[in-house]
């Protein structure tokens, strides 16, 4: 059975930083492509990040310099650490794994950016 599981959500000031990681069980970490999607109060879910299996990394205009997605093969684990975050940066992130053309989704982690 697959699982994705976030942690490191939370409340954080304007400019400051936060990393989330998501911890994949269920044998799919090493084939899958890896990434964060974000869901603000009445918006649609917006792709983050991803990156890819060999590594290759993508990032919405919004967050590129910002945001850096990686990914650690040993522990099954994909981290997104966020810097200089803005208030426009609040919403539930959620990891999600494309493990060849089946996607995983995790539970969602909440990020308050505000003062």
């Known amino acids: 059975q697959v699982q994705l599981v976030e942690s490191g959500g939370g409340l954080v000031q304007p400019g400051g930083s936060l990393r989330l990681s998501c911890a994949a069980s269920?044998?799919?970490?090493?084939?899958?492509?890896m990434g964060w999607y974000r869901q603000a109060p009445g918006e649609q879910r917006n792709l983050v990040a991803a990156?890819?299996?060999?590594?290759?990394?993508s990032y919405a205009d919004s967050v590129r310099g910002r945001f850096t997605i990686s990914r650690d093969n040993a522990k099954n684990t994909v981290y997104l650490q966020m810097n200089s975050l803005k208030p426009e940066d609040t919403a539930v992130y959620y990891c999600?794994?494309?493990?060849?053309?089946?996607?995983?989704w995790g539970q969602g982690t909440q990020v308050t950016v505000s003062s």
């Open positions: 999600y794994a494309n493990s060849r053309g089946d996607y995983y």
């Open positions: 269920g044998n799919i970490f090493g084939r899958s492509v």
């Open positions: 990156i890819s299996t060999g590594g290759s990394t």
